[in-house]
T-cell receptor, first 117, second 114 residues
Framework: DTEVTQTPKHLVMGMTNKKSLKCEQHMGHRAMYWYKQKAKKPPELMFVYSYEKLSINESVPSRFSPECPNSSLLNLHLHALQPEDSALYLC????????????????FGPGTRLTVT | QKEVEQNSGPLSVPEGAIASLNCTYSDRGSQSFFWYRQYSGKSPELIMSIYSNGDKEDGRFTAQLNKASQYVSLLIRDSQPSDSATYLCAGDNAGGTSYGKLTFGQGTILTVHP
């Protein structure tokens, strides 16, 4: 089973709203990721959690706030977003990479399509 | 700047033909490489991973890796219209960490016409 679930599927929010995106996996993976994808572009890494600790923040604006309540859940809290933040937000998870650097395949959820008005 | 470059496409092949997708990378520290398929409006789906030099086959898909040339490719045999999608090549170099850090290419749009 390589399923990562995300809710909601679609979200429309105003620039003054606060909302949260949720991601869940039950594959026992200890790394979870948030990506942002704009149309016709590849996914861009935003955050990485490893063993429930924030390991990478790719200089993401503070209006995006990640949270990892436990090893299966990942949230992305949104506040005061801008219209240019409209995108597909993808969650992924992976098992640990091997000592040689192999493995660690990342499996993506279906994404949340966010529109900021 | 760690980069992954893909043949820009779009690539159009007839049904039943072999589709060849290519990717080069600049970071010699990259250890693992992945091919994702992404249908329009959907999320990326992992179709192949490769870590060692040589070929790796899975059904109609063959991934090839040549670390000396810093080259990765994906061959799709007996292409079907359902293979029409954007194919993303990604290299992973997160050093000695347990998690990955993917660098994606820009993607190649493949169209298989009947």
């Amino acid at each position: 089973d390589t399923e990562v679930t995300q809710t909601p599927k679609h979200l429309v929010m105003g620039m003054t709203n606060k909302k949260s995106l949720k991601c869940e996996q039950h594959m026992g993976h200890r790394a979870m990721y948030w990506y942002k994808q704009k149309a016709k572009k590849p996914p861009e890494l935003m955050f990485v959690y490893s063993y429930e600790k924030l390991s990478i923040n790719e200089s993401v604006p503070s209006r995006f706030s990640p949270e990892c309540p436990n090893s299966s859940l990942l949230n992305l809290h949104l506040h005061a977003l801008q219209p240019e933040d409209s995108a597909l937000y993808l969650c992924a998870s992976s098992q640990d990479r091997g000592r040689s650097g192999s493995g660690g395949e990342q499996y993506f959820g279906p994404g949340t399509r966010l529109t900021v008005t | 700047q760690k980069e992954v470059e893909q043949n820009s496409g779009p690539l159009s092949v007839p049904e039943g033909a072999i589709a060849s997708l290519n990717c080069t990378y600049s970071d010699r520290g990259s250890q693992s490489f992945f091919w994702y398929r992404q249908y329009s409006g959907k999320s990326p789906e992992l179709i192949m991973s490769i870590y060692s030099n040589g070929d790796k086959e899975d059904g109609r898909f063959t991934a090839q890796l040549n670390k000396a040339s810093q080259y990765v490719s994906l061959l799709i045999r007996d292409s079907q219209p359902s293979d029409s999608a954007t194919y993303l090549c990604a290299g992973d170099n997160a050093g000695g960490t347990s998690y990955g850090k993917l660098t994606f290419g820009q993607g190649t749009i493949l169209t298989v016409h009947p």
